[in-house]
């Protein structure tokens, strides 16, 4: 009898910590099972409440990311001069594969065929080769919207007498090159490119300019595209 009084305590002891432990355990189910709404329960509907302030935020943090990715992307510029559309031709070839705008340069008086007849010494272009004054041509425009967002500036024109077409130059003279990248192509029946890349980078005194391209007259369209992607830009 001495020895169950003694262990009397001890038992209840034993019984009240075992009672402790089942209502901590019942309080834990209750908590992982307790019903919500579309069935989740509290925790788990807490948790992602957490979880999907901190996925917004991030959402957020990408989509403004993006947006500065979008204004830092190369904004391309294909800019030409053509008389009798050869030129017009590699220019829509490279806007199409750069996904860059056109901006033609457009005389406010347009060559006539007769204008171009470079084999007559009295045509307005053989009178214009001749007196380097006469050689001002009036443009349409020579202003692009938004210029100041163009990095890469392609510049085409046909070889005249083995420099560029001179309609450019109003266009060159009148526009700041300074932070672009510029590329001068051109077509023409034989010659090169030659110099008039480097004149024209000279007349406008700013800019990065790059040695360029010359393509024939008849060029295919798959030879253009060829070149363009081989740039990278
Ligand atoms: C006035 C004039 C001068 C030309 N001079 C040259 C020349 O020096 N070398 C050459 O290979 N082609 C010359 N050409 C041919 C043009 O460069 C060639 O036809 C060019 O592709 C025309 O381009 P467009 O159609 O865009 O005007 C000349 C054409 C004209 C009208």
């Known amino acids: 009898m001495k020895k169950e009084i003694f262990l009397l305590p001890f038992l209840l002891l034993f019984l009240m910590m075992a009672g402790c432990q089942n209502k901590e355990d019942a309080g834990n189910a209750a908590k992982s099972t ?41 904004k ?33 008086e347009p060559y006539s065929s007769a204008d171009l007849d470079w084999a007559n010494d009295d045509s307005r272009v053989a009178r214009e080769r001749e007196n380097p004054d006469q050689r001002e041509v009036k443009l ?28 450019v130059d109003s266009f060159v003279k009148a526009n700041d090159f300074a932070g672009k990248v510029v ?12 110099e ?5 980078a000279e007349m406008a005194g700013t800019g990065e300019w790059q040695e ?17 992607e081989s740039l990278g830009l």
């Not at 590329?183 to 030659?194: K, R, Y």
């Not at 360029?212 to 363009?228: L, P």
């Open 34 to 74: 307790l019903p919500r709404r579309n069935g989740q329960t509290e925790q788990a509907t807490d948790y992602e409440q957490e979880n999907s302030k901190t996925e917004n935020q991030e959402l957020q943090a990408m989509a403004s990311e993006s947006e500065q990715e979008t204004d830092m992307e190369t």
């Open 140 to 167: 349409v425009s020579v202003t692009v919207d938004n210029w100041n967002e163009v990095s890469v500036v392609y510049l085409g024109y046909p070889i005249w007498w083995g420099i560029s077409a001179w309609p």
């Open 212 to 228: 360029g391209m010359r393509f024939s007259s008849g060029v295919s369209d798959e030879d253009v595209k060829a070149w363009v």
């Open 183 to 194: 590329i001068p192509f051109c077509t023409s029946s034989s010659s090169d490119l030659g």
């Open 76 to 108: 391309t510029l294909v800019v030409y001069f053509s008389a009798t559309g050869n030129t017009k031709q590699v220019a829509n070839v490279i806007a199409e594969t750069t996904g860059g705008d056109l901006f033609e340069l457009e005389p406010v």
């Open 196 to 200: 008039s890349g480097e004149l024209l």
